[in-house]
Structures are given as structure tokens and as C-alpha cells.
């Protein structure tokens, strides 16, 4: 019989979310996470992982929104007390912002979402007994 250390091995959060940050595969490093802009691959194609297990769900999209949120609010009254711009430009240029950064953000916070899942074998990413990955 295995005990818990046995069952363990080392899968690092941090290696595992910042690879997914990259949107490469938190096993390997090295093959795409993402077929598309937002769309998971099924496999690694380096490693083989599999990694259509993940359930990100609204998690990426709730952190982008909190994120550029914090951003955005100190912005606006940075902007406004110095600049003192016309509300249409104001409101332009902070839309234009607002949508660039959230562009940016959504996929990178959805591969740290599977990374963070893989890392802590969620969702049906943990191996099955005996059958650990050669990294």
C-alpha cells in the first residue's frame, strides 16, 4: 500500500500558474495551452497532458474585471483631477483602455486558472495511481 507521500509528486504552483500566465502547458513548459484565443487544448502536444479536465468557468473572467477595475478606478480620478479632459474623451479613452487591458488579461488569467487546477490536481488532473508523467 502507497502512503501519501508516495501518491504526491512535485507539481509547483508557482511553475504551474506562471506557465500558464505564458498560456504554455503547466506540465511541460514547453507546448501550447490554447488552440485559439480562449479555447484550451485538449492535449499538450509536447508532453502529452491532458488538459481538457480544466473547469475555468467565469474565474477569468470575474479576475479581469477585479483587476482592471483596480486599475481603472484610481485611473479615472487621476485623470480627472489633473487633466480635467471633457467627459466624451474622458469616456473614450478610458473605454479604449478599459477594453485593451481586459483583451490582454483574459486569456493569461485563464491559463493561470488551469495551471492552478493542474497544480493542485483538480477537476480530474490528478494521475491515476502508478502512472505519474516522465517530465
Given at each position: 500500500?502507497?502512503?501519501?507521500?508516495?501518491?504526491?509528486?512535485?507539481?509547483?504552483?508557482?511553475?504551474?500558474l506562471w506557465r500558464?500566465?505564458?498560456?504554455?502547458?503547466?506540465?511541460?513548459?514547453?507546448?501550447?495551452?490554447?488552440?485559439?484565443?480562449?479555447?484550451?487544448?485538449?492535449?499538450?502536444?509536447?508532453?502529452?497532458?491532458?488538459?481538457?479536465?480544466?473547469?475555468?468557468?467565469?474565474?477569468?473572467?470575474?479576475?479581469?474585471?477585479?483587476?482592471?477595475?483596480?486599475?481603472?478606478?484610481?485611473?479615472?480620478?487621476?485623470?480627472?483631477?489633473?487633466?480635467?479632459?471633457?467627459?466624451?474623451?474622458?469616456?473614450?479613452?478610458?473605454?479604449?483602455?478599459?477594453?485593451?487591458?481586459?483583451?490582454?488579461?483574459?486569456?493569461?488569467?485563464?491559463?493561470?486558472?488551469?495551471?492552478?487546477?493542474?497544480?493542485?490536481?483538480?477537476?480530474?488532473f490528478g494521475d491515476?495511481?502508478?502512472?505519474?508523467?516522465?517530465?
Amino acid at each position: 500500500m502507497m502512503d501519501d507521500s508516495e501518491m504526491v509528486d512535485d507539481r509547483d504552483t508557482k511553475t504551474a500558474l506562471w506557465r500558464g500566465w505564458q498560456r504554455h502547458c503547466p506540465c511541460c513548459g514547453e507546448g501550447a495551452m490554447m488552440e485559439g484565443y480562449l479555447k484550451v487544448a485538449d492535449t499538450c502536444s509536447v508532453c502529452g497532458t491532458e488538459l481538457y479536465h480544466h473547469r475555468a468557468d467565469d474565474g477569468p473572467a470575474w479576475a479581469t474585471i477585479l483587476i482592471t477595475g483596480h486599475i481603472l478606478a484610481p485611473l479615472m480620478l487621476l485623470v480627472f483631477e489633473v487633466f480635467r479632459p471633457e467627459a466624451w474623451v474622458m469616456a473614450l479613452g478610458l473605454s479604449v483602455f478599459f477594453v485593451a487591458l481586459s483583451l490582454y488579461l483574459l486569456p493569461r488569467l485563464k491559463g493561470a486558472f488551469v495551471g492552478l487546477q493542474w497544480a493542485k490536481r483538480m477537476h480530474g488532473f490528478g494521475d491515476a495511481p502508478g502512472m505519474a508523467r516522465a517530465r
